[in-house]
Each structure stands twice: as C-alpha cells, then as structure tokens.
C-alpha cells in the first residue's frame, strides 16, 4: 500500500522511494545500466532503456518531484536547459507564437532570440507588471507564456498569479522556470501553472556537483516532452540521478538556512553606504515585495546589488573578499558571487543587457549555508579596503 504524506518535508525523504526496499537498501542504488530485459512492452516509449529516461533511478525521480509540487507527473532531463528547450519544442512548431518575460536566464533569452526564429518560431517579450498589455500581444498561433519566479539576475517578481490565469483563459500553456524559488517556497501547479521547470543543478541537488534538469507538471504535457526529449536524447545519467536524488532529500533544511541567511545578508547590504541597490524580494523596499509575500513561502538564497563606483568598485569587492567564491551558477552549499555579464549573461547584446536593466557592474551573491555571521564580516572587511 503506498503511503501518504501531508507535509513537504516528509515527502522528500520518502515520497517515489521503492516499496519495497531494493535488496532492504535505504538508499537508492544505481543502477549503472543503459539497456534492461524486454518485458512485452508495445510501444518504444515504453522500453527500458537508458535514453528514455525510464530507469529505476529515473522513476524514483520523477515520482519525488511529482509530489514536492503536488503536481500530477515529472521528468529528469540532462540539464535545465535540456528541460527548457525539449519543452518549448514540444509546445511549438513553425508558425506559431510565444510570450515570455522580459527579463530571464542568459541562456534562454539566447535560446528564444536566437534559436526559435531560425525554426519559423516568433516570440514577443511581455512585461511582467502589466499583465493589461499582455492581450495586445495574444496571436492566432500564440501556444504559451513563460516567465520565472524571481528573475534572474534582477530578483524581479512578475505578475504570476495573473499569468496562470492568463493562460488559462486564453487556451495556451502556462510554463514556469522555478529554479531560484524551489518547492519549498512556491510551487507552481498549486496557482495553475501546467508546467513548472527547474535547473536541478542548483538547490534541487545543492552540492554543485551535478548538471541536471526537469520539467513537473500534467501528465499529458509531461507524456509530450518525454517523447521529444527521447528522441533529442536529453537523458540523465543515472549516477547523476543517485546524486541529484541524495542531495534532494536535504533541500528544506538547505533552503530555510538560504532563506534565513539571504535576508539578514540583504538587509546588512542595504544598510551598507557603499551600497547603492539591492535585489532581494524579502526586503521592504523591493517595488513586488508584498506580492511575493502573497506568493511565496521564503525569498530565497539569491540576491544581487550594486556597488559605489561601478565595475572598478564591484572588481575590488569581489577581489578582497575570502569565503565567497568568484564563480558562475548558484545553488549550492557554498556561497558563490559573480558578475552576470562575465558568466550567465555573457552571450547578451550590450544593448539588450542596457534595456534589461542588467549593468556591467551587477553582482549576483548565491548565499549558501555557512554562518551568516561570517559572511557579513568577510563582506565588511572587503569594503573597509
């Protein structure tokens, strides 16, 4: 009999886990294996093969992720961008249309702008404060709305409960990249969102050892993307599986620290005079703070500032600074820091980069969970020289 579970945090330990145990181990094993007995299936799909992102250590997976987003099925994909891309392929061919947020991830602003069109795909960027102006933008071949939780790097907070509805009400899919949020504090299908997607990369797994992907959402979108996906052979391997399925068990206690850290961070940021802005939906003086109170369960781990003084300032910083470590991604146990147009950002147009409001001299900090305290006195010292 399968057991129910009430609350999230129980569900990452226990939800998808084989019943019974597989030879009584309490951790899943790998099952280090790209082909498996056939067993009478009748359709391609439904073979055991390691490309079809069918193994043990796949299903497992896809059962946890269902269920932290109550959603009604998920699927592992190789990276984020794997799961971004098989699913704006799946949702659209030539001729057809797309709305998307203003203000997203470099590489899928580049995927939109520069890929899409090269397939007869248009697109149209909608602003995510205004959801009166997204109607004038609606197309006979409009077939989906994408924006993110919190945008990346700028922290912005769209409309996304009219976006849903949005969606709803104009017959077209409703796709989400809920990445910096997490499970733990917004999931997407509970507001209606038939598509929610995550770099697994980043907090899903925390340990910024792994690349990984997955889309989570209804099971006829999800049925969809695993055909595609099958066939553009964006699988996971299972050892990455193993990773991402034991990092994944820890993501509450990470992200109630990340939450708790970010926001003492950002306020001592604010407060800062060598400071001249900081991103952070948790603070008071972010222009959608009260909606992300309405919306979410913490703020997360992610912020980004601006520095006195510009590049030459934020290069000094991140210079004298010793715990944070000057890299690219986010997400993990150790807090990272980088400038978005020298590493996630950096394939965007100046112009583009201009009209985004993302500036050369932007900082985007990924706290991660050592003592806060100490984070602060790091970043004190680094300004006093």
Same mark, same amino acid.
């Given at each position: 009999?399968?057991?129910?579970?009430?609350?999230?945090?129980?569900?990452?330990?226990?939800?998808?886990?084989?019943?019974?145990?597989?030879?009584?181990?309490?951790?899943?094993?790998?099952?280090?294996?790209?082909?498996?007995?056939?067993?009478?299936?009748?359709?391609?799909? %439904?073979?055991?093969?390691?490309?079809?992102?069918?193994?043990?250590?796949?299903?497992?997976?896809?059962?946890?992720?269902?269920?932290?987003?109550?959603?009604?099925?998920?699927?592992?994909?190789?990276?984020?961008?794997?799961?971004?891309?098989?699913?704006?392929?799946?949702?659209?061919?030539?001729?057809?249309?797309?709305?998307?947020?203003?203000? !997203?991830?470099?590489?899928?602003?580049?995927?939109?702008?520069?890929?899409?069109?090269?397939?007869?795909?248009?697109?149209?960027?909608?602003?995510?404060?205004?959801?009166?102006?997204?109607?004038?933008?609606?197309?006979?071949?409009?077939?989906?709305?994408?924006?993110?939780?919190?945008?990346?790097?700028?922290?912005?907070?769209?409309?996304?409960?009219?976006?849903?509805?949005?969606?709803?009400?104009?017959?077209?899919?409703?796709?989400? %990249?809920?990445?910096?949020?997490?499970?733990?504090?917004?999931?997407?299908?509970?507001?209606?969102?038939?598509?929610?997607?995550?770099?697994?990369?980043?907090?899903?797994?925390?340990?910024?050892?792994?690349?990984?992907?997955?889309?989570?959402?209804?099971?006829?979108?999800?049925?969809?993307?695993?055909?595609?996906?099958?066939?553009?052979?964006?699988?996971?391997?299972?050892?990455?599986?193993?990773?991402?399925?034991?990092?994944?068990?820890?993501?509450?206690?990470?992200?109630?620290?990340?939450?708790?850290?970010? !926001?003492?961070?950002?306020?001592?940021?604010?407060?800062?005079?060598?400071?001249?802005?900081?991103?952070?939906?948790?603070?008071?003086?972010?222009?959608?703070?009260?909606?992300?109170?309405?919306?979410?369960?913490?703020?997360?781990?992610?912020?980004?500032?601006?520095?006195?003084?510009?590049?030459?300032?934020?290069?000094?910083?991140?210079?004298?600074?010793?715990?944070?470590?000057?890299?690219?991604?986010?997400?993990?146990?150790?807090?990272?820091?980088?400038?978005?147009?020298?590493?996630?950002?950096?394939?965007?147009?100046?112009?583009?980069?201009?009209? !985004?409001?993302?500036?050369?001299?932007?900082?985007?900090?990924?706290?991660?969970?050592?003592?806060?305290? %100490?984070?602060?006195?790091?970043?004190?010292?680094?300004?006093?020289?």
């Amino acid at each position: 009999m399968s057991r129910q579970y009430n609350h999230l945090e129980t569900k990452l330990i226990h939800a998808g886990e084989p019943e019974p145990l597989i030879g009584g181990a309490v951790s899943m094993p790998v099952f280090q294996s790209s082909t498996f007995e056939y067993t009478g299936a009748s359709s391609y799909n %439904d073979l055991k093969y390691i490309r079809l992102n069918n193994t043990p250590n796949h299903v497992a997976l896809h059962q946890k992720l269902a269920a932290l987003e109550n959603a009604d099925a998920a699927l592992v994909t190789a990276s984020g961008m794997a799961a971004i891309s098989a699913t704006i392929l799946t949702l659209l061919s030539s001729g057809d249309h797309l709305l998307a947020q203003e203000c !997203l991830y470099g590489g899928t602003h580049d995927f939109f702008t520069k890929d899409l069109p090269k397939l007869g795909i248009s697109f149209d960027f909608i602003n995510g404060d205004d959801p009166d102006s997204w109607k004038g933008k609606i197309r006979p071949g409009t077939k989906a709305i994408y924006v993110e939780t919190m945008t990346n790097p700028l922290l912005q907070v769209a409309n996304l409960k009219e976006a849903a509805e949005f969606a709803k009400a104009h017959g077209i899919v409703s796709i989400i %990249d809920n990445t910096f949020s997490t499970p733990i504090n917004f999931r997407p299908p509970e507001w209606g969102f038939d598509l929610s997607l995550h770099s697994c990369t980043k907090y899903l797994n925390g340990h910024s050892d792994i690349v990984a992907g997955a889309v989570i959402g209804r099971t006829e979108l999800i049925e969809q993307i695993i055909r595609k996906l099958n066939h553009l052979g964006g699988s996971l391997d299972p050892h990455a599986c193993f990773l991402l399925h034991r990092g994944i068990k820890t993501l509450a206690v990470r992200m109630k620290y990340h939450n708790e850290s970010a !926001l003492k961070i950002a306020q001592f940021l604010e407060a800062c005079p060598a400071v001249t802005k900081v991103n952070y939906p948790g603070l008071e003086s972010h222009p959608a703070h009260q909606r992300a109170k309405e919306l979410f369960d913490g703020f997360s781990g992610m912020l980004s500032f601006e520095l006195k003084g510009g590049v030459d300032a934020a290069e000094h910083f991140m210079q004298k600074i010793t715990l944070p470590i000057v890299a690219p991604s986010l997400g993990g146990v150790e807090t990272l820091i980088t400038r978005p147009v020298t590493t996630s950002h950096a394939s965007i147009s100046p112009e583009d980069l201009k009209k !985004l409001g993302i500036s050369d001299s932007l900082i985007r900090l990924s706290v991660g969970i050592e003592a806060t305290e %100490d984070l602060i006195e790091d970043f004190e010292q680094a300004f006093k020289e």
